[in-house]
Every structure is written in structure tokens, then in C-alpha cells.
């Protein structure tokens, strides 16, 4: 599959509610989830991130049992933001794994961000993705 492609398959499956330079964010149930063209080791993948929320609402021990639950992707810290990431690559990718897997970020942010007890999120969505 092309980047060109999975762009495609985003828009055909989801809200595109904004865009940059290879990369588009998504809205799903309130989840804001970005959906870009990376290179990897000289590879090319879809990056699939969802901006949980601050990283400072959880400690450290419950970010990692939370991690270890993730059936796909995995959490990190981005400038004390909390973000759930899956990675794909392009070359042998079809369309329903594409969904899958942007459809399971975006349910398992919604999730997170649904079980938070303080409203942490940014106010601007995308706010840390730049081209």
C-alpha cells in the first residue's frame, strides 16, 4: 500500500478534522487521533498516535500496567503528554488492517481518556503535532 492509499482509507473510515504535511488528525467519540507517514530505518510506516492525556495524572507504575495491557501499540511520554502509538508498515498493509488498528487507537484513547478524573487535555487539538 502507498502512503497515498492509506491517506485514502483514512478518509473513506473516519472524520478528517485537520491536516498537515503527510499526516491527517481524525476524530473519533471525542478521541483526536493522528494518522502520519513515517520512515523508519529506511522503511516506510503509518504512525498511528492518540493523545491520551497529561502524563502527570498517572504515576509511573500504572502507565506501565496500562502498557502491558495494550493488545497493540504502546504508550509514551511526549512532552508531558500521554500518547498511545501503533506502527505499521506500508508494504503489505491493506485497508482493513489500516482501519483496525486506527479504529482500536481511537476506542482505546476514547477509553483512557474516559476513565481520567481530572480534565487534563489540552484545549487545542493536535497541538503537538507539527509538520
Not at 482493513?96 to 482505546?108: A, E, G, I, T, W
Amino acid at each position: 500500500m502507498a502512503w497515498e492509499d492509506a491517506l485514502a482509507s483514512v478518509r473513506r473510515w473516519f472524520q478528517v478534522v485537520v491536516e498537515g504535511d503527510r499526516w491527517v488528525g481524525v476524530e473519533w467519540e471525542g478521541a483526536k487521533v493522528k494518522v502520519s507517514s513515517v520512515e523508519v530505518l529506511g522503511r516506510q510506516f503509518v504512525a498511528v498516535i492518540g493523545d491520551v492525556f497529561a502524563a502527570n495524572i498517572l504515576d509511573a507504575q500504572t502507565v506501565l500496567a496500562l502498557n502491558h495491557a495494550l493488545p497493540i501499540g504502546a504508550l509514551e511520554n511526549e512532552d508531558g503528554e500521554l500518547l498511545l502509538r501503533a506502527m505499521l508498515p506500508l508494504t503489505g498493509l491493506d485497508d482493513v488492517d489500516l482501519r483496525r488498528v486506527v479504529l482500536h487507537v481511537c476506542r482505546q484513547t476514547a477509553h483512557m481518556q474516559s476513565k481520567q478524573s481530572t480534565s487534563a487535555k489540552h484545549p487545542i487539538a493536535f497541538y503537538h503535532y507539527t509538520d
